[in-house]
């Protein structure tokens, strides 16, 4: 009888190890969201003298503008697990981490993607089984279908460029990305202060 335990302990450990067994002890990404930005086309509005000309100024607004939606970019550490996202919270704050906008600049938003695992396959192939894999630092960037900037506050980050201000507000999100990893364990992945560029794009007069 011990015999035969020693050789069934023998086959599973043997199993084990072709398999991988250090497979899924760690996790490590570094996300950043990248190139966010707001553009805004502002209009200077005159007063019209009687005569038809250009009189005194009477006040600045934004005509237009426009959003340049971000970037995800993740670094997979070699060997780390994946992740599949379900949520992505986000929080606007000003660039000293103070709430940006009104009770809105917080929001939920439902995900689903996945980032791969620090693994490439050993023939340089895009799929192929685990044992034929190895160890490799991952890039993985997303650009479509994934968070987009609210809309209330590219507004308000816009509405910052104009009456005298000295230059456009510093806007920053905070994203907390969250769900599961390979192995079906909760992860969260953090994006500290991501940069929201907010800028003049263009300026007109006009004269009412």
């Known amino acids: 009888m011990k015999r035969t335990t020693l050789i069934a302990l023998t086959i599973l450990l043997a199993s084990c190890g072709k398999q991988g067994i250090n497979v899924g002890q760690g996790f490590e990404m570094t996300p950043s969201f990248d190139d966010a930005a ?3 086309n502002v209009v200077n509005v005159y007063a019209k ?3 038809g000309t250009r009189g005194a100024y009477l006040y ?4 237009t503008y426009t959003v340049t939606e971000g970037k995800l970019n993740v670094l997979v550490r070699a060997g780390s697990l994946g992740m599949t996202v379900k949520q992505i919270t986000v929080k606007y704050t000003d660039a000293s981490g103070n709430p940006f906008g009104d009770a809105s600049g917080t929001f939920n938003i439902s995900a689903a993607f ?3 695992g620090g693994y490439v396959c050993k023939s340089g192939a895009n799929a192929c089984d685990f044992v034929d894999k190895t160890p490799q630092n991952v890039a993985f960037s997303k650009t479509t279908d994934q968070y987009n900037l609210s809309e209330q506050i590219a507004v308000a980050a816009a509405s910052t460029c104009v009456d005298d201000e000295p ?6 999100m905070n ?3 969250t769900g599961t990893d390979t192995l079906g364990q909760a992860r969260s992945i953090n994006i500290p202060q991501a940069q929201i560029r907010v800028y003049i794009a263009s300026v007109t007069d006009e004269v009412q």
């Open 38 to 40: 707001v553009a805004a």
């Open 49 to 51: 003298n009687a005569d």
């Open 60 to 63: 600045s607004d934004v005509k």
């Open 114 to 116: 996945d980032i791969p």
């Open 167 to 172: 230059a456009c507000s510093e806007v920053r």
């Open 175 to 177: 994203m907390t990305l």
